[in-house]
């Protein structure tokens, strides 16, 4: 694809602009809040750190702001949208650069692996995602991590705030310490409504996540035994545990032996704590 050889301000235009002129609104169905300010997108870009001359994956296209951002900076733009209304608005404007190729699809059935195969190497994803959806996605791409080396979304804070939790924190749960085991999570910047059209009642926050372990020996146990640690966060990990069916004196023995209390709760727990009881218990076969 060619390179951009023009600002891409010249292209620009307001989506509540574009929205108007073509007699559509924003669809709550789909969670559209748009992206309103192309010097934030920058930003966020900026922020991202994106390698020379990289292609990039953008997921959800929207209006097109975040594009424009990443068309400046990345040597290509896979980007994809559901809505064939956006779809008509950016083609009929002639909004994009020639280096930004748009897909229809749905992001949560995007062969991840097939696209890095497509591109010959692992995907660098962006995207303003639809807060209803944010964490389905999320575990659809941790579980296909080879497929990517990092991601840069926009999430709704309370979500973000869960990401990034570490264990003691209210925010902590069976999410926070699976992508502590499998990635480097980092808070970019937080954005109020007013920096998106129309406005949503949340704040939003922009993470990235940067893969760290592509392969973790007993993953599948491993998130079995987070889902049920953290099934009542009120009870202590052993009543929650106990729902395996061993004997609580042995578990009270495994307890002993990793250095855990008894009376410990699942958000007291560090994530590789939580990797060493699910061999133990897998070793057992209650897992």
């Known amino acids: 694809m060619p390179e951009v050889n023009f600002p891409v301000t010249n292209k620009f235009k307001s989506p509540a602009y574009l929205l108007k002129k073509y007699g559509i609104k924003a669809k709550k169905g789909l969670g559209q809040n748009f992206l309103i ?26 209006l097109g702001v975040l594009t424009l951002a990443l068309a400046e900076k990345a040597s290509h733009v896979i ?39 497509e591109l010959g190497k692992k ?34 804070k309370e979500v973000a705030e869960r990401l990034l939790a570490k264990p003691g924190s209210k925010d902590y749960g069976h999410l926070s310490a699976y992508l502590a085991l499998t990635c480097k999570v980092e808070r970019l ?24 372990r592509e392969e973790i020996y007993q993953e599948k146990e491993l998130q ?24 609580k004196d042995k578990l009270n023995r495994i307890f002993e032996e990793l250095g ?14 939580f990797l060493a009881l699910t061999q133990r218990l897998v070793s057992l076969k209650v897992l």
Do not use: H
């Open 37 to 62: 300010d192309l010097k934030l997108a920058q930003k966020i870009v900026a922020l991202a750190n994106i390698p020379s001359k990289c292609p990039v994956v953008e997921l959800g296209v929207g």
């Open 260 to 273: 855990l209390p008894s009376k410990v709760r699942a958000e007291e727990v560090e994530p590789e704590k």
């Open 123 to 156: 995907l660098l994803l962006f995207g303003n995602l639809p807060y209803y959806l944010s964490s389905r996605l999320l575990y659809k791409l941790l579980e296909e991590r080879n497929a990517w080396e990092f991601a840069v979304f926009m999430f709704q």
């Open 224 to 247: 079995k035994l987070l889902k049920l640690a953290f099934s009542a966060r009120r009870k202590k990990l052993l009543k929650n545990l106990g729902a395996l069916g061993l004997p």
């Open 189 to 212: 910047l937080t954005l109020g409504p007013g920096n998106f059209y129309p406005p949503p009642e949340v704040y939003s926050t922009v993470v990235k996540i940067s893969v760290l």
């Open 79 to 117: 980007g994809y949208e559901i809505d064939e209304d956006l779809i008509r608005i950016l083609r009929q404007e002639n909004l994009l650069p020639p280096n930004v190729e748009i897909r229809k699809g749905d992001i949560l059935k995007i062969d991840y692996l097939s696209l890095a195969r």
